[in-house]
């Protein structure tokens, strides 16, 4: 199975700050890469699909970029809805579709 | 607007059965894979099984392989995962996904507690 590794497992961060969450595959997957954010209570919601494919509805301080084994998560100002945690998922080999351990995006 | 509701949770003793539902609404439920996604609060989502939208093809996780059984009534647009032989770490909020192309999951329920204890 594919191995996601996520970092960091947590940052603190003010409003308006620039986020940058990293994610690992222990091989290449291309561009088939998803990332997720769940808030406190409440079902996951995707973002970013194909690794750099910002979802509809999905404000565009969020962007994505990678491909190959690092990828990055990218929130440009930080607003206070974007407190959550982030995971991301690899969609190259299937099964299993497998995530990181997610990133908790904390008030500093 | 897509919706999926789950439901079917509850507790249930090590070795008990119990059989998960999701409703769809919204979308041709027949036209898309579906799944079902497990999390233990504060841990990372685990993927447990997909099924195909004709029902035809059906994938598990080696953790729930032989136990799980995925499967879907496309005229009632309802998924269901029925669970035997339960165990403690089968424990977790169970989500199910609708599948969009690529493999990533686009719509989720809002997720139905599983608790297997004693």
């Known amino acids: 199975d594919i191995q996601m590794t996520q970092s960091p497992s947590s940052v603190s961060a003010f409003v308006g700050d620039r986020v940058t969450i990293t994610c690992r595959a222990s091989?290449?997957?291309?561009?088939?890469l998803a990332w997720y954010q769940q808030k406190p209570g409440k079902a996951p919601k995707l973002l970013i699909s194909?690794?750099?494919n910002l979802q509809s509805g999905v404000p565009s301080r969020f962007s994505g970029s990678g491909s190959g084994t690092e990828f990055t998560l990218t929130i440009s100002s930080l607003q206070p809805e974007d407190f959550a945690t982030y995971y991301c998922?690899?969609?190259?080999?299937?099964?299993?579709?497998?995530f990181g351990q997610g990133t908790k995006v904390e008030i500093k | 607007e897509v919706q999926l509701l789950d439901s079917g949770g509850g507790l249930v003793q090590p070795g008990g059965s119990l059989r998960l539902s999701c409703d769809a609404s919204?979308?041709?439920?027949?036209?898309?894979?579906m799944s079902w996604v497990r999390q233990v609060p504060g841990k990372r989502l685990e993927w447990v099984s997909t099924?195909?939208?004709?029902?035809?093809?059906?994938h598990y996780a080696d953790s729930v392989k032989g136990r799980f059984t995925i499967s879907r009534d496309n005229s009632k647009k309802t998924l269901f995962l029925q669970m035997s032989s339960l165990r403690v770490e089968d424990t977790a909020v169970y989500y199910c996904?609708?599948?969009?192309?690529?493999?990533?999951?686009?719509?989720w329920g809002q997720g139905t507690l599983v608790t297997v204890s004693s």
């Open positions: 996904a609708k599948v969009a192309p690529g493999g990533v999951s686009d719509y």
């Open positions: 919204g979308f041709t439920f027949s036209g898309y894979g």
């Open positions: 099924i195909s939208g004709r029902g035809d093809t059906t």
């Open positions: 091989q290449g997957i291309g561009s088939w």
């Open positions: 194909a690794a750099s």
């Open positions: 998922q690899q969609a190259n080999t299937f099964p299993p579709w497998t």
